[in-house]
């Protein structure tokens, strides 16, 4: 009985794994449960929760980074509680500071992690080190925390969520250091590039730079946020993609206009730029990717890429398989991959093997065809000998009883 059980449902129920579930069966309910409420639910502990974002800031010292964090925030971030970095350091200074910021009930910390020194000496091929040893160093306090008896407590997250690279309004292409640090950066973090002082160029200006800043990335194969990393819930981000590299200002002062609003910009003698006109700068748009739409993807892309990349490396050292390593989506796609492989390999097989089967059939049925010619005709051959022989005989017949009847 147990043998004819499982021949019976051989296939019907396959192993799922150790980490995965059958899936499950839809019922109708028959009256009302409440389960609408579980969003509402969801929603309110979500937001008694403070957000966290880390933002790196990378770029040359006067491209206005600090300004424009002001401005990309909508308020004054200078902590006058961090020592600043002298002018002659020799070496790039990492410094995170932390804010809260508070809209509507919903909290988010705020981490501003600014990296001056970068740039400013005449050797720049060692600027980039001590910016990925930090990233590395966040990764490495997560994945300690992980392994602790702490875990379920909650883990301080301090890894960097989104690196803002700033590149200088030259109007040409991407310097070599631009090139070397993105290079680096892009295999450790989110990286968004914006270029500083949109206002000191023109329309035509800012058009033809971000195409060639395109045209470079695409060239030295440097993969950027959002445009290296696809997802299928920014269909309606079309018009902010559009504008990648953003080109960006930042101003401290509000300035005057001609119908006495009041707005963030700059006032010169040819006119006034507006921070939030979308005309003028892409500051809305980076705001939109960075705050509006995206939060969480750079979170969730900060765990499930650039970490779990870390931890791959860190775990290869211990001489682990590939195999033993990974469990989520990924390792998923791959059994997947796998698993449609070697169908199309058994289905080749069998094709294979059917085909021989049939010309082995057909030589059979061949060899049996030509076997029956030829006893067939062997048959016609003894038939048409053996009337031949009873003529024969009739006529010896005919021939002794005309000899007898003579007699």
């Known amino acids: 009985m147990p043998l004819e059980h499982a021949l019976q449902t051989r296939g019907l129920f396959p192993d799922l794994g150790p980490y ?30 403070p957000f966290q974002l880390n933002v790196m800031v990378v770029g040359e010292s006067g491209l206005g980074k600090s300004t424009f964090m002001n401005t990309l925030f909508c308020t004054d971030l200078n902590d006058t509680s961090v020592p600043k970095v002298p002018q002659d ?24 992690i600014d990296t001056p020194g970068f740039g400013d000496r005449l050797d720049r091929k060692e600027d980039v080190k001590p910016i990925l040893e930090y990233i590395d160093k966040q990764y490495a306090a997560y994945y300690d925390a992980e392994r602790s ?19 200088s309004p030259t109007g040409h292409s991407l310097k070599d250091l631009d090139v070397e640090t993105l290079k680096e950066l892009s295999t450790q973090v989110s990286v968004i590039p914006v270029i500083a002082k949109g206002d000191t160029m023109t329309d035509e200006e800012k058009v033809l730079f971000k195409k060639r800043i395109l045209e470079d990335l695409e060239h030295y194969n440097i993969p950027i946020y959002p445009h290296a990393y696809p ?52 500051m809305v748009h980076l705001r939109e990717l960075l705050i509006i739409q995206c939060l969480h993807e750079l979170a969730d892309l900060s765990h499930h890429h650039h970490y779990h990349g ?20 990924q390792y998923d796609e791959e ?48 038939m048409s000998d053996l009337e031949e022989q009873q003529k024969q005989i009739a006529l010896l017949e005919q021939e002794l009883n005309q000899k007898l009847t003579i007699r």
């Open 149 to 167: 008896s702490e875990f379920r407590r909650g883990i301080i997250d301090t890894r960097v969520h989104a690196c803002l690279y700033f590149i």
């Open 335 to 382: 059994m997947e991959k796998l698993k449609t492989g070697h169908d199309q390999a058994m289905s080749q097989r069998e094709e294979k093997m059917r085909q021989q089967f049939v010309e082995l059939v057909q030589t059979t049925e061949d060899d049996i065809r030509r076997r029956e010619r030829e006893l067939q005709e062997k048959r016609d051959k003894m």
């Open 89 to 112: 350091t020799k070496t790039v200074d990492i410094t995170p500071v932390h804010f809260e910021l508070e809209e509507e009930g919903v909290k988010l910390n705020l981490c501003l």
């Open 231 to 282: 997802d299928d819930d920014r269909d309606d981000m079309e018009e902010t993609l559009k504008h990648v590299p953003f080109a960006v200002m930042g101003s401290d002062s509000l300035v005057d206009l001609p119908n006495g609003e009041k707005v963030r910009g700059r006032a010169y003698r040819w006119g006034t730029v507006e921070v939030e006109n979308p005309a003028h700068c892409d």
């Open 310 to 329: 870390y931890r791959t490396r860190l775990l290869r050292q211990d001489g682990r398989a590939e195999s033993f390593m990974r469990c989520d989506e």
């Open 20 to 49: 995965k579930h059958a899936p499950a069966r839809a019922f109708p309910l028959t009256s009302p449960l409440g389960m609408d409420q579980l969003p509402r639910q969801k929603h309110l502990k979500t937001k008694r929760k």
